[in-house]
């Protein structure tokens, strides 16, 4: 496993760097996930995972406020949306490659054996619920936005309306055909289209990141993850013990309250659940300042860096 990393060093190496420089990429079995590393390289570390049809950039308004609370935060475009990091066909996206990306991460973040803070949004936020169960000993906070525990939101799919609320998951399992549609998809002619799948986000937002997906490349490896679903196990729905806070919206076009509900009951750690209110499903940049101000108790409550892993 490698690290590409660029900085000077700092008179002395900080907690979780042992050279004191930014970390720009890291791979894993040969795939090279590019990362934008940010905020004081001496703060506790913050991992930030993006969710569909995001990168890294999803998270530009809400990290600055991690970095004035003394977080060093890490985004890493993930598998798919990184261009050196697109493994060809469905299964190479299952959620136990997604997790082991971000052990990876952590494993070069972190060679000392500290934990990390974790935040996850949309997808993001799903992998960020199954690191967390499955590697308590990496994770010292979990905050998960938007999207409930994935044993909760899969029991939401046949008790509630989540089932429809969820049209295009299914639709997006068809192969070839999702990918035309979205790229013949023109904003300018589809605007009615265009403002429900923003659902209160700043106009051109979604459209910026359709487009990038489709231009990239990153279009069908991004839908994988989607496709791949049918390949999680029930080992990957652990109960969680980690400090969790869940952060949902009472206007998200894309979840219902029921996941959220039947979250509680899944997490034995303490527990914080948030519903903000007039917000869309883009939390993390229709609400950066109300994120970042639950988050500065939330990781306040734990030591400097997080507890030493077991040994």
């Known amino acids: 496993m490698g690290i590409h990393h660029s900085g000077r060093d700092h008179g002395g190496p900080p907690p979780g760097r042992e050279d004191g420089r930014r970390i720009t990429s890291y791979d894993r079995d040969g795939l090279v996930f590019d990362v934008v590393d940010g905020g004081p390289l001496d703060g506790e570390i913050v991992v930030l995972l993006h969710g569909f049809p995001q990168t890294s950039s999803s998270w530009a308004l809400l990290a600055p406020l991690l970095h004035a609370q003394g977080y060093r935060t890490l985004a890493p475009d993930q598998r798919g949306y990184s261009p050196r990091a697109r493994p060809r066909g469905r299964f190479a996206y299952r959620m136990s490659q997604l997790v ?160 959220a509900r039947r979250t509680r009951a899944l997490v034995s750690g303490p527990y914080t659940f948030r519903t903000l209110a007039g917000i869309g499903h883009w939390i993390p940049e229709q609400a950066a300042s109300e994120v970042a101000g639950l988050l500065r108790a939330h990781l306040a409550d734990r030591p400097r860096g997080g507890p030493e892993r077991p040994r």
């Open 100 to 259: 082991g990306d971000v052990v990876a991460l952590i494993g070069v973040a972190c060679p000392a054996g500290r934990t990390v803070h974790v935040v996850g949004h949309d997808w993001g936020a799903a992998v960020a619920w199954t690191l967390a169960g499955a590697r308590p000993d990496l994770v010292a906070t979990l905050t998960a936005l938007s999207v409930p525990h994935p044993a909760a939101f899969m029991r939401s799919l046949v008790t509630s309306r989540q089932f429809l609320m969820s049209w295009y998951m299914y639709a997006f399992q068809v192969p070839w055909l999702p990918e035309l549609l979205l790229r013949r998809i023109d904003p300018a002619s589809a605007p009615r289209v265009t403002e429900r799948l923003a659902a209160g986000q700043e106009p051109g937002r979604l459209v910026r990141d359709m487009e990038h997906l489709v231009a990239s490349g990153a279009l069908t490896p991004a839908l994988n993850w989607y496709r791949a679903m049918p390949f999680s196990t029930p080992g990957q729905l652990a109960r969680i013990t980690v400090p969790t806070l869940f952060v949902n919206s009472d206007s998200d076009p894309a979840l219902g309250q029921a996941g």
